[in-house]
């Protein structure tokens, strides 16, 4: 009962007043910019990183975490009222969910959504406490053979599961493999790229990157579109759910459950993939397919519980591994770096606490979701109405005071002004810029493990086939490449992605 | 046959990695190579930038081939005000300190949207400054100097 015990240390950390507050705040926030659009979990956990400096580590991790699951529900909520994914793991339950707010039944939505959310974070607050303990147990027997082919498997798992263009989606790693390498050398001391400038041997902050990349180019992209943004507000008479609702509903929580806790352990997964899919597996289950999109409770159910399901399982590889499997979790790295722990397997061991506290708070996050989001709707939709012009200078003013903040340093936010520069580009020419960010974090680790593996064989580059584990995770690498290659799946993958 | 862009977002996606790419393998050209036991500092970038640049190219060349949408247009005043106006919060926030820094960024950023309304703008500064000097300086501790001096 190792289990159990872990758990209590774990919810005597997250119990305590300062971590119970730190997480409704993170939950709250999460929430907030769940609901608005134009802003995401990469931008806000980059702008309140420096705020958190001044925290213990436990309470400023669990704080971040709050943010990322909390902006699932908000997302949700928007989605259903307004036919508004605040975020982009809520775009299908628009489909249903708007439709059952149109035909009066917002309430219902809301409450099934919030309901299977609390569901699936609960049962993925336990697939984390129970897997991650074995898997960090193998992460011990790795060797640097074996964690470069890792990287190398999640990194092309990213690849496959990021939309667009495959060859752009490889190009955008190379990118970020290089950016990452900006700085001191760790080996040698040697300065790389630094173009002559003293601010750069560090490297280049991520904070900077993502700021860039997701949030200065996203503001001057949502200003281009200028969409209007009609607030048509949906009554809501009932909360409650009927017997019928939950007599068709619960069977897709518990589906959309798996499916996105097990999509959210793949690398480039997360909450977005796993609605995605749990949408169209309801679809494929259900007796009569042609009510969905007219209003079938179980397209709300299922993909809702699966993005909840799915941000928190994606916790998995980041903290068994200490290998980041989306944008998000990149940040939860630099985080953990700042507050000075090595993300890796030894985490779990050297700091339990800080391990079985984050887990045991997100239960306790979700919990406060629940409670906190259905009466607050009437808020959070109000909060809808204020204009974007109103909105995004102010978060261009956070986003310049936290990156500047960060390093107290002005070339920091001129960086992050090149980055946004860089990140609208790819806007305009459809390039992803997760992979970029992915890339970025796991370059310097790559560089190192590549290096050690052979210098450790005497150069032998056989090393990383000869080495069993190694082998596995280099051909599973190959065959997903294999996969999304052939030209069926390739469509396959089109078309899910156009849903 | 002539050859024509069939597919101008890949193109310029091509360019940008394409010029990344050499531009990489150019400088890391001059860093110590070492061997594939003793990596010197060159040895990853350089593999990198190379990989890079010849995506780049076939890019291109598939940009040639498959046709693709074209690129939207861009409005110059969102992205020269929004940039602008971070690239002038980075200039004055040590020298002049962070009301002028402020009241700046809000100014040139809120004139980036052409349904931005002057009355609104200047109740949004006056906000901003007092959550930039209240909550920031003073509630965070964050170390800005207020006024330049």
Known sequence: MELLANLQLGFEIALTLQNILYCLVGVFLGTLIGVLP??????????????????????????????????????????ILVNLPGEASSVVTCLDGYAMARQGRAGPALAIAALGSFFAGTVSTLILAMFAPPLAEIAFKFGPAEYFSLMVLGLIAAIVLAHGSLINAIAMILLGLLLGLVGADTNTGQFRFTFGLPQLTDGIGFVVVAMGLFGFSEIIANLER?????????????????????????????????????????????????????????????????????????????????????????????LTLGIPTNAVM???????????????????????????????????????????????????????????????PAILLFSCIGVYSLNNSAVDVALALAFGFLGYLFIKFDCEPAPLLLGFVLGPMMEENLRRALLLSRGD????????????????????????????????????FQE | MSISIRSPRDFCAGLIFLFFGALAAYIARDYPMGSAVRMGPGYF???????????????????LVAH??????????????????????????????????????????????????????????????????????????????????
């Not at chain 1, 213990?56 to 909390?70: D, E, F």
């Not at chain 1, 993939?273 to 169209?280: C, I, K, N, P």
């Open chain 1, 38 to 79: 134009g802003i995401g979990p990469v931008a806000t956990i980059a702008m309140l990183l420096p705020a958190t400096f001044t925290l213990p580590p436990v309470s400023a991790l669990i704080m971040l975490a709050g943010i990322y699951y909390g902006a699932q529900y908000g997302g949700s909520t928007t989605a």
């Open chain 1, 226 to 318: 200028r969409a209007k943004r009609e607030v048509v507000m949906a009554k809501i008479t009932s909360l409650f759910p009927t017997r019928d609702d939950l007599k068709a509903s619960w069977k897709a929580v518990l589906r959309g459950t798996g499916i996105g806790a097990l999509l959210g352990i793949l690398p480039g997964g997360g909450a977005t993939l796993g609605s995605f899919a749990a949408y169209a597996l309801e679809k494929k289950v259900a007796k009569d397919p042609t009510r969905f999109g007219k209003g079938a409770i179980e397209g709300v159910a299922g993909p809702e519980s699966a993005n909840n399901a799915g941000a928190q399982t994606s916790f998995i590889p980041l």
């Open chain 1, 330 to 392: 990149a940040l939860m790295i630099g985080a953990m770096t700042i507050h000075g722990i090595t993300p890796g397997p030894q985490v779990m061991t050297e700091r339990p606490e800080l391990f079985w506290g984050m887990i045991a708070s997100m239960w306790i996050g979700n919990l406060l979701l629940v409670v906190l989001n259905l009466p607050l709707i009437g808020i959070w939709v109000k909060l809808l109405s204020v204009p974007y012009r109103i909105l995004y």
């Open chain 1, 461 to 496: 580059p056989t090393v990383f086939v000869t080495r069993p584990l190694s082998l596995a995770l280099l051909v599973a690498a190959a065959a997903l490449l294999v996969i999304v290659v052939v030209p069926a799946v390739r469509r396959k993958r089109a078309e899910a």
């Open chain 2, 45 to 63: 970038p350089y593999l990198l930038g190379i990989l890079l640049a010849l995506l780049g190219v076939v890019i291109c060349i598939k940009s």
């Open chain 2, 68 to 149: 693709g949408e074209r690129i939207e247009s861009a409005s110059l005043r969102a992205l020269l005000l929004v940039l602008g106006a971070i690239g002038v919060f980075a200039g004055t926030i040590e020298s002049a300190g962070i009301v002028i820094a402020t009241a700046l960024l809000v100014g040139i950023g809120a004139a980036a949207s052409p349904e931005s309304r002057l009355r609104e703008v200047v109740v949004l500064i006056v906000f901003m400054l007092a959550l930039a000097v209240g909550l920031f300086t003073y509630g965070l501790g964050l170390p800005f100097k207020i006024f330049p001096i």
